[in-house]
């Protein structure tokens, strides 16, 4: 009987590299926040889990027209779940991040980030112990 770690380890393994994508998208918000015109943005994380169980979600595609144009690998498909957020009370200047929501919500990402680890990690532990047998 073979091993599959797909099967063995479900969509933990895709949770946690969303919850890295959605850790660099609230940081790029929050490095923004003096950044006239900027729109705060975050990931949809259960449509992108969603996505995801039901192999709807596929990578994102460009091409590169010049050879002086940018890599573009590593960037998150606006349709698997990039959306703008809405302010409260969005700046004069057009600037709708919200330094105390982002560091809140980053904050929350983290918690979520480490508990799928834990759990990755504890997966990963009785993997260990069923293939050493004990």
Known sequence: ?????????????????????RA????????????????????????????????????FQANQTHSQHMAVEGFIDQAAGLRYRTAAQPSIDGNTVDTQVEQAKYAE????????FTFLNSKFKGLMTALRGD
């Not at 073979?2 to 890295?20: I, M, N, Q, T, Y």
């Open 1 to 21: 009987m073979s091993l599959s770690f797909d099967r063995a380890l479900g969509l933990h393994e895709k949770a946690l590299a969303f919850r890295a994508d």
């Open 24 to 59: 660099a998208v609230l940081a790029n918000n929050i490095a923004n926040a003096d950044t006239p015109g900027y729109q705060a943005r975050d990931l949809d994380f259960g449509s992108m889990l969603e996505a995801e169980k039901t192999g709807a979600a596929k990578p």
């Open 109 to 116: 990402n983290a918690i979520e980030f480490q508990a799928s």
